[in-house]
């Protein structure tokens, strides 16, 4: 499976941004497909979560509200909306996958990712 990110750049605090993940390759067995994201000087952190072949989603608390997780199976696509931006959510944002229903919140769970994508947010 291939992961590529799209859709970083440079905003300012309040503003949107729209990140974008195609899948590509054997995505037959993946089950959960994930935003994660890693500030300067900081682990990599969860973001959110969509089931691949549901609708169910999942969210970090501090998002809730404001970021929203999509997917479009069609184009094997996964979107996170983010609304509200704030200076603390400049990073870098990678889009990952997994064919596992559990802990999925870790990163360790995850198969491939993506590349990776840059946000800034300016205050």
């Known amino acids: 499976v291939q992961l590529q990110a799209s859709g970083g750049g440079l905003v300012q605090a309040g503003g949107s941004l729209r990140l974008s993940c195609e899948a590509s390759?054997?995505?037959?067995?993946?089950?959960?497909m994930a935003w994660f994201r890693q500030a300067p000087g900081k682990e990599r952190e969860f973001v959110a979560a969509?089931?691949?072949?549901?609708?169910?989603?999942y969210y970090a608390e501090f998002v809730k509200g404001r970021f929203t997780i999509s997917k479009d199976n069609a184009k094997s696509t996964v979107y996170l909306q983010m609304n509200s931006l704030k200076p603390e959510d400049t990073a870098v944002y990678y889009c990952?996958?997994?064919?596992?229903?559990?802990?999925?919140?870790?990163?360790?769970?995850?198969?491939?990712w993506g590349q990776g994508t840059q946000v800034t947010v300016s205050s």
């Open positions: 990952a996958s997994t064919s596992r229903n559990y802990n999925i919140d870790s990163e360790e769970r995850y198969d491939y």
């Open positions: 390759g054997r995505t037959s067995s993946t089950y959960v």
């Open positions: 969509v089931w691949y072949r549901g609708q169910s989603t």
